[in-house]
């Protein structure tokens, strides 16, 4: 029974440490509050890890250390690179495989879909926060002193998923309200369901090819938001959708009093033109096929229905 260190309780994190819990591994699962899923084989720890000295202690003993932590969105150029680092350290210091979270900030805009190998050309600050983190990791690699290799996603879906369709379309629709939309509504975006990324990180890390490159999540819908938003509202059996495009200039007002929605701007280039992420080498590769889109929305849907834990 190995053990797995995940530094992070979010919806991935957690689904990650539900599927190695349930295929009988060990996990520990550190997180600034001790929180997260309650299985038998999940050990929940209440740590900083941002703290080297403290990670690298309880990631001893692990095979692999799994980095799906996010700082609030607006902390960052601030937060995320000292925490990269620490989970890095952790892993050269143990001797345990680092594998990473990570999104398609790095890749900036570009005018096709990106595939496994696209050039990283960041044009926002979070993504030359993200690029930077990954390529710092690679070198680590590259000197032979660790094993690392990045599972990239797309804008996630699924029960507590945090992304802007989530945020500002999704919650709207399951409550019949108008959703406004940072974007096109009408082009094709790639979307990932939350156990999907799950599902590839740990395939990630148990292939013997994964290490010292970049894969992708394969999508669970390409379909425009404004398509999603409608299945979205079938699945809840909610009237139809009113989703308006919200405009540069709303968004950068409602930015002055929110400081997590200023950020949304500099990303305004993935939502107002197609954005495709290319996974056809990692299911290949590792064998990942996405869950079907419907049954993602059924999720979401049925979370609306759920008490309050």
Known sequence: MSLHVIV?????????ARLL????????????????????????????????????????GATTVFNCAMPPYDRWPAEFPPLAAAVLAAAERTGAA????????????????A???HPLT?????????????????????????????????????ADAYSPFTLMVGAQVLAGST????????????????????????????????????????????APASELAARLAAAAGAPGPRLERMTRAELEEIGRTDPVM????????????PSILDASLTAKTLDI?????DEVLAEMAAQRTQPAA
């Open 8 to 16: 992070g309780a979010g919806a991935t994190g957690s689904a990650t």
């Open 179 to 222: 959703a406004f939309y940072p974007g096109d509504p009408h082009a094709p975006h790639s979307w990932t369901y939350t156990v999907d990324a799950a599902r590839t990180l740990i395939a990630a890390a148990r292939h013997e090819e994964s290490w010292g490159r970049a894969w992708h999540v394969p999508s669970a819908s390409e």
């Open 115 to 117: 595939r496994e190998d």
């Open 122 to 158: 960041p044009t926002s600050i979070k993504g030359r926060v993200r690029a930077r983190m990954w390529q710092n990791a690679r070198a680590a690699h590259d000197a032979g002193r660790v094993r690392v290799t990045e599972v990239r996603a797309s804008d996630f879906l699924g």
């Open 262 to 273: 200023a950020e949304f701007s500099e990303m305004l280039y993935l939502y107002d033109r």
């Open 289 to 293: 096929t996405p869950t079907p889109i």
């Open 21 to 60: 819990a349930a295929a009988g591994e060990r996990v520990r699962l550190v997180t600034r509050r001790g929180s997260g899923p309650l299985h038998e084989r999940i050990e929940r720890v209440t740590a900083d890890a941002t703290d080297t000295a403290r990670l690298i202690e309880l990631t001893r």
């Open 98 to 113: 680092y594998v990473m979270l990570g999104n398609v900030y790095g890749y900036g805009p570009t005018d096709e879909a």
